[in-house]
Nanobody, 115 residues
Framework: QVQLVESGGGLVQAGGALRLSCAASGNIFRINVMGWYRQAPGKQREMVATLPSTGNTNYANSVKGRFTISRDSTKNMLYLQMNGLKPEDTAVYYC?????????WGQGTQVTVSV
């Protein structure tokens, strides 16, 4: 089993920045992809950014140029640096880890961007 714990969410004004962190623990042996997803009220969960173990990062068009995903493999940490935040970025942000054909999710962290 894999556990994911997100942190770093909060309330920020439009134009501000936040850095989300995700700590992974448990039976981690061969990560295929780690990523960030978000779900706004009344909307479906959507991909924000993904970081495969091999290959290029992938960003949603809505966050390109503003968000940066990164990973510290030595610490099993995943990060999402969010700059230039907009009210439409308000959502619960989830960390995800895929390995061995299974996907694990964190409990989510709330990000609220005020006008």
């Amino acid at each position: 089993q894999v556990q994911l714990v997100e942190s770093g969410g909060g309330l920020v004004q439009a134009g501000g920045a936040l850095r989300l962190s995700c700590a992974a623990s448990g039976n981690i042996f061969r990560i295929n992809v780690m990523g960030w997803y978000r779900q706004a009220p009344g909307k479906q969960r959507e991909m924000v950014a993904t970081l495969p173990s091999t290959g290029n990062t992938n960003y949603a068009n809505s966050v390109k140029g503003r968000f940066t995903i990164s990973r510290d493999s030595t610490k099993n940490m995943l990060y999402l640096q969010m700059n230039g935040l907009k009210p439409e970025d308000t959502a619960v942000y989830y960390c995800a880890l895929a390995q061995n054909s299974r996907t694990f999710w964190g409990q989510g962290t709330q990000v609220t961007v005020s006008v």
